[in-house]
């Protein structure tokens, strides 16, 4: 079991989850946009090879999915080519990826889906990036990509949908996960892993923290939505079960 974090360098460090993340391993680099912009090549050269990291967290993205529509230039710049130059630079100092991905890689058609189902067809802009994002991912020669999906702490909208279904949760729920990942992230092999909650519809999901939400329907949406997007996290928990046997 590790007792001594490498050094780690993480992206997107004071968005949502890289905020949770920092407050769970503080001893974690997480340069801000402005030192670490991942649409910037030059500079992720830069700083990673003055940091040499042995494992970067790659979880800066673009994720509003449905400003996505109109902002495709700005989605696609930071979703897949941030992660291409991210890939360039782990490659050329022998850093291990840790790829920060999404369920919306899937259709939403099945449902339970598991690491070795083949993703797509998406339903939207920002699914396809991600999707493209993470093949770019698998350029690096270590690399392990995680899907997940998380809400900020609230629920922040006044509707919520009865017939969309998700394994996704609150970020205060998933980043303690995402945080075990990260502590061993140079002892996985596995190189794709589902790490989120059980399936439960966005309602459900909802009025766990918000009473006063409305149910509503996906044909609401502004923007075309999985029905259910809800992964299989068997290979997760096998994982977790080994380290507390070990541990």
């Not at 090879?49 to 400003?67: D, F, M």
């Not at 075990?180 to 790490?195: F, G, R």
Request: proline letters at 4%; one cysteine or more.
């Amino acid at each position: 079991m590790t007792t001594h974090l490498p050094t780690i360098l993480m992206t997107g460090g004071n968005g949502r989850l890289g905020s949770e993340l920092r407050a769970l391993l503080p001893q974690i680099m997480a340069p801000s946009s402005k030192e670490l912009d991942v649409t910037d090549a030059p500079q992720v050269q830069e700083v990673i090879e003055r940091v040499r990291p042995q494992l970067i967290v790659h979880a800066a993205a673009y994720t509003n999915v449905s400003k996505a529509e109109k902002e495709r230039e700005r989605c696609w710049a930071i979703n897949v080519e941030g992660t291409r130059n991210i890939v360039a630079a782990a490659n050329r100092v022998g850093a291990k990826l840790l790829h920060i991905s999404t369920d919306y890689v899937f259709s939403g058609d099945e449902g339970n889906y598991r690491e070795g189902d083949t993703p797509g067809p998406v339903v939207n802009y920002y699914s396809l990036t991600k999707l493209v994002a993470e093949e770019a991912a698998r350029c690096a020669q270590r690399h392990l990509i995680v899907r997940t999906s998380f809400r900020p702490r609230e629920f922040q909208y006044p509707v919520a949908f009865s017939d969309v279904y998700t394994s996704q949760d609150y970020v205060d729920i998933i980043a303690p996960m995402l945080a075990e990942v990260v502590t061993h992230a140079l002892e996985i092999e596995d190189q794709m892993l589902h790490v989120v909650t059980e399936r439960k519809s966005v309602y459900e999901l909802a009025r766990r923290r918000n009473s006063e939400v409305r149910e509503g329907r996906r044909a609401e949406a502004n923007v075309a939505l999985p029905a259910d997007v809800s992964l299989n996290t068997g290979r997760w928990q096998q994982i977790r079960h080994s380290w507390s046997k070990t541990s």
